[in-house]
C-alpha cells in the first residue's frame, strides 16, 4: 500500500481538483475485440475535451466507478479505508444503454449492485463525498455512441464475472493511485 504524506498539499495548493474518481480496475478477456466490434461510424466524438481512458469515444480501460465527485481528501485515509477491503467479484448481467439528452448513449455492461459493492459504496460516500443526492448505477462503460446507434450492440445475453483487487484514486487531472487489495 502507497501512502503519500505531501499529496494533500499537491492536491489543494497546486491544482484545487473537484472531481476526483475511485475505481475499481477490471482485467476483462476479449475487451479489445469488445471495442474493436463497434462500427466507427456510431462513435459520439468527444469534441474540445480530454478525458483519460476514452480517446474518440471508446472507454479503453474498464473499469466499475467506486464514488466520482470526491471532495479533495487526505490520501492516507483512503490508502487506510482501502487496506481493510478485500477483493470483490463483479458479476456482469448483460450489454446495454443509458440514454442521455447530450446527443449520445453509453454503452455499458451492467453490473450486479451486490450488497458487498454498495456497501463499499455507501462507506466511500459518507466519507469523502460532496453529493449526497446522487444513484449510484454500477456499471463498465464501453463507449459513447452517436444518439440511436446503440441498440444494434444490447446483448442481454452477455454474462461473466470478473474479479478486482485493484482500486485506483484518479484525479480530474489524469493523475492516478493504484491500490492493490490484499486477500485476507
Known amino acids: 500500500m502507497n501512502f503519500?504524506?505531501?499529496?494533500?498539499?499537491?492536491?489543494?495548493?497546486?491544482?484545487g481538483f473537484t472531481h476526483n474518481v475511485l475505481l475499481y480496475k477490471l482485467n476483462i478477456p476479449g475487451w479489445e475485440n469488445i471495442i474493436?466490434?463497434?462500427?466507427?461510424?456510431d462513435i459520439?466524438?468527444?469534441?474540445?475535451t480530454e478525458l483519460p481512458g476514452?480517446?474518440?469515444?471508446y472507454q479503453l480501460y474498464p473499469h466499475v466507478t467506486l464514488l466520482y465527485n470526491l471532495r479533495n481528501t487526505?490520501?492516507?485515509?483512503?490508502?487506510?479505508?482501502?487496506?481493510?477491503?478485500e477483493p470483490i467479484k463483479f458479476e456482469i448481467n448483460g450489454i446495454n444503454i443509458f440514454r442521455t439528452s447530450k446527443g449520445y448513449d453509453v454503452l455499458k455492461m451492467s453490473v450486479k449492485p451486490t450488497?458487498?459493492?454498495?456497501?463499499?459504496?455507501?462507506?466511500?460516500k459518507d466519507i469523502f463525498h460532496t453529493n449526497s443526492n446522487d444513484d449510484y448505477t454500477p456499471h463498465i462503460?464501453?463507449?459513447?455512441?452517436k444518439e440511436g446507434?446503440?441498440?444494434?450492440?444490447?446483448?442481454?445475453?452477455?454474462?461473466?464475472?470478473?474479479?478486482?483487487?485493484t482500486i485506483i484514486y484518479s484525479l480530474k487531472s489524469g493523475y492516478q493511485l493504484e491500490f492493490k487489495i490484499d486477500a485476507k
Do not use: M, R
Open 4 to 15: 503519500y504524506s505531501n499529496f494533500d498539499d499537491f492536491l489543494l495548493e497546486k491544482n
Open 36 to 41: 474493436n466490434s463497434i462500427d466507427k461510424e
Open 44 to 48: 459520439w466524438k468527444i469534441e474540445n
Open 54 to 57: 476514452i480517446p474518440g469515444g
Open 74 to 85: 487526505n490520501i492516507n485515509k483512503i490508502g487506510s479505508l482501502i487496506s481493510t477491503l
Open 115 to 124: 450488497e458487498e459493492l454498495l456497501y463499499i459504496h455507501q462507506i466511500f
Open 141 to 145: 462503460t464501453i463507449a459513447y455512441l
Open 149 to 165: 446507434t446503440a441498440l444494434k450492440y444490447v446483448d442481454y445475453e452477455y454474462k461473466n464475472i470478473i474479479y478486482s483487487d
